[in-house]
């Protein structure tokens, strides 16, 4: 499987972006998918997951309400909506397959996306 991340930019507090990931090599429309993040020198954390069929939607209490998961089966692309950013959002996000519970299947990543929330 491979996954690539884009969307990450600098935005303001309060304000919104949309991160991608388009995946390969595995049957995506099958599989849960989640989104981390993972600050300088700390461990990648699980921000969310989505279920095969868009259905559920489970997310870390930290972004739980400002957060949205989305999927497009047929472009193997799962997508995260976020909006009312905090500083405390900055990290580099990544995508892997995933279960709702936040544990990722994989252990390899793709190279994630920066955001950056700043004045």
């Known amino acids: 499987a491979e996954f690539v991340e884009s969307g990450g930019a600098l935005v303001q507090p309060g304000g919104s972006l949309r991160l991608s990931c388009e995946t390969s090599?595995?049957?995506?429309?099958?599989?849960?998918m989640g989104w981390f993040r993972q600050l300088p020198g700390k461990s990648r954390v699980w921000v969310g997951s989505?279920?095969?069929?868009?259905?559920?939607?489970t997310y870390a209490d930290s972004v739980k309400g400002r957060f949205t998961i989305s999927r497009d089966n047929a472009k193997s692309t799962v997508f995260l909506q976020m909006d009312n950013l905090k500083p405390e959002d900055t990290a580099v996000y990544y995508c892997n397959r995933a279960d709702l519970r936040g544990s990722a299947f994989y252990t390899f990543w793709g190279q994630g996306t920066q955001v950056t929330v700043s004045t």
């Open positions: 090599g595995h049957m995506f429309s099958f599989h849960t």
């Open positions: 989505i279920s095969p069929d868009s259905v559920r939607t």
